[in-house]
């Protein structure tokens, strides 16, 4: 997935009211950006981390600026929770994900369940069908660890329960964390910061739901999929 190009470098002031971030640009221009990620960005939202921007020109927008980039020591981290369905739609695409190829058909934002959407759901294996919820991740709190979520998510686990629902159904379902940061090679769950996520992880995987994790690659250019990660499933 491409970027918007050409991202602005700056320098984060503040995070505040979940969707917006004060920034100084190189210039030295002090802008207000939409930040495009309703969780807590634990290491994240850090006064004095470089940062990149897009500007839109649409005059439509009150926020010109949008925040997409947060620059670490250990690399580049995608904030923008808009991105991952768009990732995995093009991977899905060009069968970039071995563990569901070959899609013949899929279709995003489908109805299903109760009062729920599905991200994508896909055609395979003679009409059976296939439920992927796609989750968002940047949590990091040191090693090589990536973990979801942030804080707890009343919406996350209702789709846990929903997917469940679906296997029960007799068809597949499967929850795909997407990392969009280069320096981790696995992932677990936050149980400390969100048992009740955790606990629902615990029992979707138990009634038979699946769980995948892959990594990105990300410039200032792109941010695609890149490898599958190893997967620790919650003990408590």
């Known amino acids: 997935m491409h970027l918007p190009s050409p991202l602005i470098r700056g320098t984060l002031v503040q995070r505040y009211k979940r969707f917006l971030a004060d920034i100084t640009l190189e210039n030295g221009e002090l802008i207000t950006a939409h930040c495009a990620n309703p969780g ?21 927008r ?14 580049l981290v995608g904030i923008n ?7 995995v739609g093009e991977a899905l695409s060009g069968n970039a994900i071995s563990e569901l190829s070959p899609v013949d058909d899929f279709r995003a934002e ?9 991200d994508f759901l896909l055609n395979q294996d003679a009409g059976r069908k296939t439920y992927l919820e796609v989750k968002n991740v940047h949590l990091s709190r040191g090693g090589k660890q990536a973990e979801f979520p942030d804080c707890e998510t009343d919406r996350g686990v209702k789709h846990l329960k929903e997917l469940a629902n ?5 068809h597949r379902a499967i929850n795909l964390y997407l990392i969009q940061r280069t320096d981790c090679d696995h992932f677990s769950f936050a149980e ?6 955790a606990a629902a992880a615990k029992e ?12 990105c690659q990300i410039n200032l250019e792109q941010i695609c999929i890149a490898s599958r990660l190893p997967i620790s499933m919650p003990t408590g």
């Open 166 to 170: 679906m296997v029960a159904n007799g």
């Open 192 to 197: 400390d910061l969100a048992p009740k996520y």
């Open 62 to 75: 009150r926020l010109k600026y949008s925040l997409e980039l947060v620059e670490l020591p250990t690399g």
């Open 40 to 60: 807590a960005m634990l290491g994240l939202n850090m006064p004095g981390l470089p940062v990149y921007v897009s500007k839109s020109d649409n005059p439509k």
């Open 204 to 215: 979707a995987h138990t009634a038979g739901v699946e769980f995948l994790c892959y990594d």
């Open 110 to 118: 489908v109805k299903y369940g109760e009062n729920s959407r599905i």
């Open 81 to 87: 929770t808009n991105y991952p369905n768009k990732i």
